[in-house]
């Protein structure tokens, strides 16, 4: 069946020199931001490039925190509590054993995450569930186009919505937070940007 309703004035170039290096070049269907009409295309090309030695950081924003809390209660029962700290070197103690069992839970319970130059600090667990459920009602859709008024097209829509929104409620929440701890000289440069054409 052809409805014309598929077809994008998106385009891929590549010269011949790149040609022979292109792995793959195919449209994502399924994964169609929120909000427009185009699909992306992914291209896969074969480079050869030096790798950087990369910063590892742990995701906080990702964290099951509850977990992470009964986890630190647990560990706290092993402490001899009914003991004095009257020593410099029982305070050493202490504090190097709280130091030491903290760091390992979040080493295991925290994912390592990669930085990157545009990371979109406001991204949150939930984002990421959300964005999973409206990939996978798209490419529900995407596959049921003949039948236009199958009901899994509704529900496309309404999770493309919803996660819309949602991106817009975390950006704000994540703008006032910076706003909320900004110094006056960030609140100062974040004007000038404004401002600026």
């Known amino acids: 069946m052809v409805t014309k309703r598929y077809s994008r004035p998106?385009?891929?170039?590549?010269?011949?020199?790149t040609l022979e290096r292109v792995l793959r070049c195919e449209v994502l269907h399924g994964e169609r931001p929120a909000c427009t009409d185009h699909y992306p295309i992914t291209t896969e090309i074969?480079?050869?490039r030096l790798e950087a030695a990369e910063e590892m950081r742990r995701n906080y924003r990702m964290v099951e925190w509850d977990r992470i809390n009964a986890r630190m209660e647990e560990k706290a029962r092993e402490w001899k509590w009914g003991e004095q700290i009257e020593?410099?070197?029982?305070?050493?103690?202490?504090a190097e054993w709280l130091t030491m069992n903290i760091k390992?839970?979040?080493?295991?319970e925290v994912k390592p995450t990669k930085p990157l130059p545009d990371e979109k600090r406001w991204w949150t667990k939930e984002l990421e569930e959300l964005k999973k459920e409206k990939n996978r009602l798209a490419s529900k859709a995407f596959?049921?186009?003949?039948?236009?008024?199958?009901?899994?097209?509704?529900?496309?829509?309404?999770a493309a919505r919803r996660f819309a929104r949602e991106v817009l409620v975390a950006k704000?929440?994540?703008?006032?937070?910076?706003?909320?701890?900004?110094s006056t000289k960030d609140l100062?440069?974040?004007?000038?940007?404004?401002k600026s054409p």
């Open 10 to 17: 998106d385009n891929v170039f590549c010269t011949e020199g």
């Open 46 to 48: 074969e480079l050869e």
């Open 87 to 94: 020593r410099e070197e029982d305070l050493e103690e202490a």
């Open 104 to 108: 390992t839970i979040l080493e295991e």
């Open 143 to 158: 596959k049921m186009r003949a039948m236009e008024g199958h009901e899994v097209h509704v529900r496309a829509k309404m």
């Open 172 to 182: 704000r929440a994540r703008w006032e937070e910076w706003l909320s701890e900004a």
């Open 188 to 194: 100062w440069t974040a004007n000038g940007y404004l």
